[in-house]
């Protein structure tokens, strides 16, 4: 499930492709745009589905989408043959991971990131030097650790 007209939503998916590239067994079967939105994602794949692709994954970039997905597979009672993976770890992913309805979801941590770049702000204003490119680590959160960051709120 992608999204081509933000870069952002590019990265994402380009990231997962490289990610996956060179593995055994692995081939995308179709790539499908949803702009990121759950109400675009469940009736897309509700189209592929009904073209009958075959497939055993969906990578979402972003958890709206995966909700969406999950309404279509649900829909057509392909859940249980279906992992479906997100990015932001949004409240409501994380409950859908909790009841085993999404398979992983990535977090981002904004507060990590905003204090990173506050931090970096300031110290460029104070005339230090600075790294192009700063990571924040994300963390895969999954049935097996939800419980650790809960599902009430965003890391």
């Given at each position: 499930?992608?999204h081509?007209?933000t ?11 490289d ?37 055993d ?34 409240p ?6 909790k ?5 992983a ?31 924040v ?10 419980d ?8």
């Amino acid at each position: 499930m992608t999204h081509e007209a933000t870069k952002s939503g590019q990265d994402r998916v380009q990231g997962f492709i490289d990610a996956l590239s060179g593995e055994e067994g692995i081939k995308i079967v179709r790539r499908i745009e949803c702009e990121g939105q759950t109400e675009i994602a469940m009736p897309r794949l509700q189209e592929a589905i009904d073209e009958g692709v075959h497939f055993d994954n969906v990578f979402c970039l972003n958890d709206l989408a995966s909700v969406g997905v999950v309404a279509a597979l649900e829909d057509n009672h392909m859940l249980d043959q279906v992992g479906v993976y997100g990015v932001d770890a949004s409240p409501d992913s994380k409950a859908l991971i909790k009841e085993n309805m999404i398979g992983a979801s990535a977090a981002q941590f904004p507060s990590k990131i905003g204090r990173e770049t506050a931090d970096t702000i300031y110290g460029l204003l104070e005339g230090k030097e600075t790294e192009k490119n700063i990571l924040v680590p994300v963390e895969l959160i999954t049935p097996e650790n939800v419980d650790e960051f809960g599902i009430d709120r965003w890391q």
